[in-house]
């Protein structure tokens, strides 16, 4: 019994970095490799990385606690086209940001709101929200993209200067490894991080032990939230421009990430190092198909496969554990 929980957690801390070498490996063999691993394209990688390692570091606390949030590609091309709706009518950079941040957050306590106050489950409410959101976005954006100036500051946040070089990396790159950081210490040395592990571990342990339920999932979607909201300003400044129809499949991604990273679907496990892993190996696997000349079908199979056996993984690693 011992060796198989040993077993559990070894997979849960170091699948995620044998997932990627496996992956990095895999395309090492294929003539694409002095593409793939030159400095430029690892530059690339990381700024693709970005957007999905900033939704992921929200999604992670999401899942920790027993939830899921199905409506994070929207509210990252809600986000994004508000941004651009701000900046092409006056706003200057930093209150547009706090107003996209803002909103994304916004959202996320309404989600959290309904799972919490109807007592419904987050799979159906934030699908529900997928819709809504999506909508709201064609609504603002009038089913058309805007573009923002080229010399707004935001376009520098994700711009690869010296692109054949790995260095220097965007400030956007940066900003998500700080913010992992922050949010990993949250996780793990706080008692709203100890709440979301007692809440995803047992609901009715955690109430017995005086945790306020309702709220705490309303603080964790919030919190999520504003996560999603500064991916969809990410978004804006790599594109720049706002797009509604942008992040579509972008849930996947970043679901698909924190479940390499270790976390489970059934709540209680994860961690921020993991999930950042996980979202490098679905970044990696994207940019390697492409330079390999894989057709679009293939990539999404590849994707879809890839998903579906984290997804395994984790039933597996639960099963070791019980």
Do not use: H
């Not at 107003?99 to 529900?128: H, K, Q, W």
């Not at 080229?150 to 700080?178: Q, T, Y």
């Not at 592990?197 to 955690?206: D, I, N, P, V, W």
Request: charged share 10%; net charge positive; glycine share 14%.
């Amino acid at each position: 019994m011992i060796s198989k929980i040993r077993l559990a957690r070894w997979l849960q801390v170091g699948g995620p970095f044998v997932g990627l070498l496996f992956v990095c490996g895999l395309f090492a063999l294929t003539e694409a490799r002095p593409f793939i691993f030159a400095p430029g394209n690892l530059k690339t990688v990381l700024v693709q990385t970005v957007i999905v390692s900033v939704g992921a570091l929200g999604m992670t606390l999401i899942i920790i606690s027993g939830g899921i949030d199905l409506s994070v590609g929207a509210v990252v091309a809600l986000t994004s086209v508000l941004g651009a709706k701000l900046l092409t009518t006056g706003w200057g950079t930093w209150p547009a940001a706090a107003a996209v941040i803002l909103a994304g957050g916004a959202i996320g306590l309404i989600n959290g709101s309904l799972i919490a106050g109807l007592r419904l489950l987050p799979f159906i409410v934030t699908l529900g929200m997928m819709g809504i959101v999506r909508g709201s976005a064609k609504w603002l954006g009038n089913s058309q993209t805007i573009s923002i100036p080229g010399d707004a500051p935001i376009n520098s946040l994700m711009a690869r200067s010296a692109p054949r070089e790995l260095f220097p990396l965007p400030p956007g790159v940066w900003l998500a490894l700080g913010l992992a950081v922050f949010t990993a210490f949250i996780l793990r040395s706080t008692i709203f991080g100890r709440r979301i592990f007692a809440l995803g571990s047992s609901e009715a342990t955690a109430r017995l032990c005086g945790i306020r339920i309702g709220l705490t999932r309303i603080q964790i979607y919030g919190v999520a939230g504003l996560f999603f909201g500064l991916a969809g300003w990410m978004q804006l400044s790599r594109l720049t421009q706002g797009d509604p129809s942008i992040a579509q499949g972008l849930e996947l991604d970043i679901i698909a990430a924190v479940v390499i990273g270790g976390a489970s679907l059934s709540g209680g496990a994860g961690s921020i190092l993991g999930s950042l892993i996980g979202a490098l190996v679905m970044a990696v696997l994207r940019n390697g198909a492409s330079l390999c000349g894989w057709p679009n079908f293939a990539q999404e199979i590849v994707i879809g496969t890839v998903i579906v056996l984290a997804v395994a993984l984790d039933q597996w690693r639960q099963g070791k554990k019980n």
